[in-house]
């Protein structure tokens, strides 16, 4: 993975030396509450539900084994002795003293980490896919655009005050893995038709309370041009988009206010005076950027025999080889998924001594390296075929081997109410009731791939619009109620899900999730995926077999209560 | 008068900044002795009897953050002084202002930065072409003040061009790959 230069180090640890002055004055009164908070908030810094929560950012979610055991180290000395992997691929930890924050970030820049614009309302963390590198399907890899976009915007003097977040995300391969068209730009890498490398421009995506899908606001702009371009459409918007309120004020909004073809005009005449000036890249600046990944020269190594072996011996390895291990783009290695959706813990989480225990296998199988995915899982992206059952066995030995990589237990969950001071309602008991009544392997694998999506409310830190199930909580008379939506989709088809009717009690959950199976496979057409069946029969018969199955459940209760 | 920033330094301010109050008109206040910094609508309203005061260096205008820099493009070689108006320190829009007057209309005279100026934007500011920075009275004692000058470097190499170094770091200063074993 990148690896710092002296500038890079100088910078983080200069914002060490800032942030740890800026909570002094602070803590002496010398700074108001709201003087401070938009400087906490770019250092990753909430004040929530029960103590400050502190996200540090994970570059396109990429970490070393190095950095992994500084997070145990945190996660044991400043924290209840776990971290949480979030939908951004960021690391958060829930529970740390705002007067240690400046001795964790002096911490993690010793191994070439930070919390810069992890929150507030500038430029966050630029996220990608988690394979990227290694993917089969790659057209370019992402990660040294990634890296060059998180240099640019890292204390952009004009953009750190924009009228609200701001999130970038990068593909760089034929299928779309890091969600490009909910972000305020999406990036999608591409060739034109002489060949020559650039970048399709999506604006305007987003999610929250009002969900939209970003739209092209240019079709192709050479990779030299990108930060200028990127600069030309972050002013129009931080002269243009609202201030007024804040639930209208991310790029979405302006893009529909004013339509996408005015807004590309407007984007475009600003790019003009832009186009060629001192930030264009060049060849030498991505090449320098690019050697600074290091990553392991690998060569094709003949398929395993004893891998195959193994994977016709024996039935649970064959299942976790199944679901979490996927091609790599180099003969004789593998990418592994360690799934952080065990039953019964919080999507996405991980113990102290899990992060150590990663590192070792980071170590051992995969070059030191993981990522972190916004499915709130971790990938090993480069494993020889031949270590994958010793592998294997390591991971589960501490827990993330479940084999439900993409199945209906591998749930993306926000903090929900639990941690969370906006929420409407708890995810995390929720996904876990769900998990608990889906825990026969063979059945599920006979479901097949399904997404389900949960939000503690509708700022929908956990995607609920995109997951071929979303379940959204809400808030009913003081109550926790949740809304269901089918149909939703991430990907090259990212599709909004459709709500499918009246909200559910949260103990009603795992009974509309056996009823939407069930409709589901009744229906159901050779291998189809749940979204296929969906999307080939429509809602309505969901809805239809949901709401029956529901009032049949409430008249015998109420037959057993006379 | 107010302290301001200028050149890394502190120093007594000689202007005033003029402020329309409920009910005041831009056509007939009365403007202050001594320096002056007027709103844009009181420059567009009596433009004819102002220019020789700020021709003669004595008056400025000041742009609140809705307002567009290019509606002074016609006067910038006769402003010895442009002030950008902070409403609230968290309102970014004076920083794409001072950028668009100093790289797109090429504005070299004073340009000041009014308003909710707090010392952990001073980077910033500098950055977007402010030569001088002017928080509220009475907002820093002068021995904060004197120590918030610490802020205005709190990075000494930043990554992107921006009007004090347009050029970006990679071509700032020589940055080196990684050169990686021959296979
Ligand atoms: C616990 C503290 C958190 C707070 C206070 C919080 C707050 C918010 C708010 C207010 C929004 C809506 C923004 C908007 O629509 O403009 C939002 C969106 C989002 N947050 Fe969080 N969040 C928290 C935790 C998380 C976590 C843990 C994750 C990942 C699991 C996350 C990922 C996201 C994502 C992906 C979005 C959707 C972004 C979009 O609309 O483009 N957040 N968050
Ligand atoms: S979706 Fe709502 S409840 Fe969940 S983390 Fe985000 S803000 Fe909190």
Known sequence: MYQYDEYDQRIVDERVAQFADQTRRYLAGELTEDEFRPLRLQNGLYIQRHAPMLRIAVPYGNLNSKQ?????????????????????????????????????????????????????????????????????????????????????????????????????????????????????????????????????????????????????????????????????????????????????????????????????????????????????????????????????????????????????????????????????????????????????????????????????????????????????????????????????????????????????????????????????????????????????????????????????????????HVGHVGILGVDKNGEEFYQVTIGGEQGNQTTLGKVIGPSFAAAEMPDVITSLINNFIDNRQDDERFIDTVRRIGVESFKTRVYAERAARLEAKEIAHV | MSDIIKNGRVHVDEWTVLRLAEGDEAATIVLPAGRVIVPLAVWQARREELLPKAEAGVLGVWLAGNEDPTELAGDLSALPLIAVDFPKFADGRGYSIATLLRTRLGYGGELRAIGNVLRDQFFFLLRCGFSVLQPQEDKYTPAQLEAALASLIDFTEPYQGAVDRPEPLFRRQPRRPLHKEAA
């Open chain 1, 68 to 464: 992994l055991r500084t997070l145990a180290h945190i996660a044991r000395t400043y924290d209840r002795g776990y971290g949480h992997i979030t939908t951004r691929q960021n690391i958060q930890f829930n529970w740390p003293r705002l007067e240690d924050v400046p001795e964790i970030l002096d911490l993690l820049a010793k191994v070439q980490m930070h919390a810069i614009q992890t929150s507030g309302n500038c430029i966050r963390n630029v996220t990608s896919d988690p394979f990227a590198g290694v993917a089969a399907d790659e057209i370019v890899d992402p990660r040294p655009w990634c890296e060059i976009l998180r240099q640019w915007s890292t204390f952009h003097p004009e953009f750190a005050f924009l009228p609200r977040k701001f999130k970038i995300a990068v593909n760089g391969a034929k299928e779309d893995r890091a969600v490009i068209r909910v972000h305020d730009i999406g990036l999608d890498i591409v060739h034109n038709a002489a060949g020559e490398l650039g970048f399709r421009v999506l604006v305007g995506g987003g999610l929250g309370r009002t969900p939209i899908i970003g739209e092209e606001v240019a079709a192709f702009v050479p990779w030299q041009q990108i930060l200028n371009y990127c600069e030309a459409i972050l002013r129009v918007y931080n002269l243009h988009g609202r201030r007024d309120n804040a639930y209208k004020a991310r790029i979405k909004i302006l893009v529909k206010a004013l339509g996408v073809p005015e807004f590309a005009r407007q984007v475009e005449e600003e790019f003009a005076h832009l186009k060629d000036g001192p930030s264009t890249l060049t060849q030498a600046e991505i090449e320098r950027v690019a050697s600074r990944f290091n990553d392991p020269v690998l060569s094709a190594l003949a398929q395993d025999a004893g891998y195959r072996a193994r994977l016709a011996e024996d039935k649970a390895f064959a299942a976790w080889a199944r679901r979490n291990v996927r091609d790599h783009r180099v003969q004789g290695y593998a990418s592994v998924v360690l799934s952080l959706k065990p039953y019964g813990v919080a999507p996405g989480d991980l113990t102290a001594d899990q992060f150590d225990a990663v590192a070792e296998l980071a170590d051992r199988y995969a070059f030191g390296e993981v990522r972190s995915t916004h499915e709130q899982n971790i990938v090993l992206a480069s494993v020889r075929e031949a270590d994958l059952f010793a592998l294997w066995q390591d991971a589960r030995a501490i827990g993330l081997a479940t084999p439900n990589i993409g199945l209906l237990t591998d749930i993306i969950s926000c903090p929900g109410g639990d941690f969370c001071a906006l929420a409407n309602a708890k995810s995390i008991p929720i996904a876990n009731a769900i998990q608990d009544r889906f825990d026969n392997l063979d059945y599920l694998f006979d479901i097949g791939e399904l997404e389900i999506n949960i939000s503690g409310c509708m700022n929908a830190c956990g995607h609920h």
